[in-house]
């Protein structure tokens, strides 16, 4: 497993995707399965660097990790900012229109659909996000 923290900041959302994007590489992940991964991570930590800590600033925590006989990949943000499940939220409709949708949820929606499980939980104070691919 790796781990590394970092001010939840939006400039530092290319830092997290380059974190896992090295990770991901140093055991080949196809590029098609990187791709959706790199997607939900600068969607994560955009809304953690947006909205955990908001209007002050505060440390996300990525751990990564892969699982070689389940050929998973698990990455989890950790923040202690304002407790929130991203999951809670029901999924936006899509069937309507961007001008007639409710404004937000659309990122998280995106990450469930394109992640194989993910799961909240809040600990310790802590805002755990568990997101998980199989490769």
Do not use: W
Not at 18 to 37: A, E, G, H, Y
Not at 78 to 89: F, I, T
Not at 99 to 109: D, K, P, Q, V
């Amino acid at each position: 497993m790796r781990t590394i923290t970092l001010s939840a900041t939006t400039e530092n959302i290319s830092n997290a995707i380059q974190f896992v994007t090295d990770f991901l590489d140093s055991f080949n992940c196809p590029m098609n399965i990187r791709m959706k991964i790199e997607l939900a991570v600068d969607e994560i930590f955009c809304n953690i660097a947006s909205y955990a800590y908001a209007p002050d600033t505060g440390d996300a925590v990525i751990d990564v990790d892969y699982d070689e006989k389940a050929h998973n990949v698990h990455i989890v943000f950790k923040d202690k900012g304002v407790r929130y499940d991203p999951l809670a939220k029901d999924d936006p409709d899509v069937t309507l229109s961007a001008s007639e949708r409710a404004i937000g949820g659309l990122g998280i929606f995106l990450v469930k659909k394109t992640m194989d499980d993910m799961y909240y939980e809040y600990r310790d104070g802590m805002n755990i996000l568990h997101l998980i691919k199989h490769i």
